[in-house]
């Protein structure tokens, strides 16, 4: 078969089962596609369909017809070269589930105003970099202390241990690529086990923030490309790429890669990519890829 559709819902709350699945190749027969036997990923979780002669976005439509509004994540992904040898993450609301700006808004009174200013700038109604700099600004003079005590409020996303640590287990290398901060990425990059990691640096005047931001930004531009730097430097061809991402400055990182994910992403950045996660955890990148759930591990080999 060419494709595969690919259901997954939370683990936490599973809501995938025998007839769900059955009523999906249903769904896609009906719509002219020939469908080999469901394989299951995970019990409840997550399973395979096999399927051919109709076009993936058809699939994935009538799988989410076939569905009626059950939490449970349709994608279409080919067959061929499903699993990635190269991982590029967005961080924040994406391998964190904190925005870093906002926390340390909080710490002057300021989580709301701030918070505003992010989510216009991840829906793509404001420009990243012109964002950045009002947020940023708006620290100024808090005192370096208080980027280790945000640090300490960094709550990971449910999944993000298994699909790091698995995916190196296969040979992947896994890039950590954010529009925040280095002294944050830095922590995650070791807490998690990815290979590298990329982000803006805050400026400092004595022990307290600038208010600015180092030069170059890291914005929408950079992140794609340091997804195709990696794949020349590590000879790895693009469409053996994933990427994953939430907000507008992931968008061309996302269409760049071989398989572009936007896992609960921003509802204009939702609209414009193919594969979509609503519902399942970050596990869900590798049930794409074909991984069983008796494949994940979750420690990173050193």
């Known amino acids: 078969m060419q494709h595969v559709l690919v259901l997954i819902c939370d683990p936490e709350r599973p809501a995938l089962d025998e007839t769900r699945a059955r009523a999906v190749a249903a769904a896609l027969r009906a719509a002219g596609a020939r469908v080999d036997a469901a394989v299951w990923l995970a019990a ?42 190269l991982l590029v993450c967005d961080m924040e609301s994406t391998i964190i589930e ?4 906002d926390e340390l808004a909080d710490f002057l009174g300021l989580r709301a105003r701030v ?11 404001i420009d990243f970099q012109a964002a950045l700099a009002e947020r940023v600004g708006l620290l100024k003079g808090l005192p370096v202390s208080t980027l280790d005590e945000a640090a300490t409020r960094i709550r990971v996303m449910p999944g993000a241990t298994a ?14 690529v954010s529009g925040g901060f280095t002294h944050f990425t830095r922590l995650v990059r070791g807490r998690l086990g990815f290979d590298l990691d990329a982000a803006n640096t805050l400026e ?10 180092a030069a170059p930004v890291l914005g929408k531009e950079a992140k794609l490309a340091t997804l195709a730097l990696l794949c020349e430097q590590k000879s790895i061809a693009v469409a053996d790429s994933m990427a ?21 992403a921003k509802p204009a950045v939702a609209a414009a ?15 794409l890829q074909g991984y069983r759930r008796s494949d994940f591990v979750t420690r990173s080999p050193t």
């Open 44 to 85: 409840g979780v997550a399973c395979d369909l096999p399927f051919s002669a109709i076009d993936p976005a058809v699939a994935q439509d009538a799988a989410s017809a076939a569905l009626e509004g059950a939490p449970i994540d349709a994608v279409a992904v080919p067959t061929a070269g499903r699993r990635k040898r």
């Open 244 to 264: 994953v991402g939430d907000g507008a400055n992931d968008l061309p990182m996302l269409q760049g890669a071989g398989l572009g994910v936007a896992f609960r």
């Open 163 to 176: 699909l790091i640590a698995t995916m190196r287990l296969g040979g992947a290398y896994c890039a950590l």
């Open 115 to 125: 918070a505003a200013i992010t989510a216009r700038a991840m829906n793509g109604e």
């Open 273 to 287: 990519v193919g594969a979509r996660v609503d519902h399942g955890d970050l596990t869900a990148l590798l049930y």
């Open 204 to 213: 400092v005047a004595g022990d307290t923030l600038a208010g600015t931001v």
């Open 98 to 101: 904190n925005e870093m700006l």
